[in-house]
T-cell receptor, first 111, second 112 residues
Framework: SQQGEEDPQALSIQEGENATMNCSYK?????LQWYRQNSGRGLVHLIL?????REKHSGRLRVTLDTSKKSSSLLITASRAADTASYFC???????????FGAGTRLFVKA | DTEVTQTPKHLVMGMTNKKSLKCEQH?????MYWYKQKAKKPPELMFV???????INESVPSRFSPECPNSSLLNLHLHALQPEDSALYLC???????????FGEGSRLTVL
């Protein structure tokens, strides 16, 4: 079953612009993670934010978490063509073991 | 070694065949996962093994049979599959039962 919903479903931007993706989820969580997937490949973990954190940075990535609204956002600054990929949020429920993925956002960065 | 290795990369099988997908990790992770991913869809959780024991089966049809022979290996045995089972099958592992997942590159399965 799908835990998170993401918007937009697809995003097309110019190189150098910022890209923002949003994720909403339904149940209580331990943490929320963001993953990237290049076409037909495995997923790569980008960043994890715990339920007691509100914001986290890693390089050009900034993630926010609002547990009262059950939502998160991923900001990629100064995007590059190599950032073209699908991005998924994923949540671990408070019981653990289950990491459930949202629908994903397909990002296309034009050079 | 921070890799999860999946074999084969591609598999074509008929509906009467029996085949297996294999996954291996040498990171000492105690949890291992199988996900199924259809085109332009998110990965869907199938099975979770924790300390070599099956912890979660997400109501997966019995034509998919997981096996965890030891802490480094995870198999997915396939039998009497349907064409709609064609998908990318992803294996993942994690140090604990929550947190970052390390994914393999997947096995692309086509059922004829």
């Amino acid at each position: 079953s799908q835990q998170g919903e993401e918007d937009p479903q697809a995003l097309s931007i110019q190189e150098g612009e910022n890209a923002t993706m949003n994720c909403s989820y339904k149940t209580s969580i331990n943490n929320l993670q963001w993953y990237r997937q290049n076409s037909g490949r495995g997923l790569v973990h980008l960043i994890l934010i715990r339920s007691n954190e509100r914001e986290k940075h890693s390089g050009r990535l900034r993630v926010t978490l609002d547990t009262s609204k059950k939502s998160s956002s991923l900001l990629i600054t100064a995007s590059r063509a190599a950032d073209t990929a699908s991005y998924f949020c994923a949540t671990d429920s408070t019981g653990g073991f289950k990491t459930i993925f949202g629908a994903g956002t397909r990002l296309f960065v034009k050079a | 070694d921070t890799e999860v290795t999946q074999t084969p990369k591609h598999l074509v099988m008929g509906m009467t065949n029996k085949k297996s997908l294999k996954c291996e990790q040498h990171m000492g992770h105690r949890a291992m996962y199988w996900y199924k991913q259809k085109a332009k869809k998110p990965p869907e959780l199938m099975f979770v093994y924790s300390y070599e024991k099956l912890s979660i089966n997400e109501s997966v049809p019995s034509r998919f049979s997981p096996e965890c022979p030891n802490s480094s290996l995870l198999n997915l045995h396939l039998h009497a599959l349907q064409p709609e089972d064609s998908a990318l099958y992803l294996c993942a592992s994690s140090p604990e039962h929550t947190g970052e997942l390390f994914f393999g590159e997947g096995s692309r399965l086509t059922v004829l």
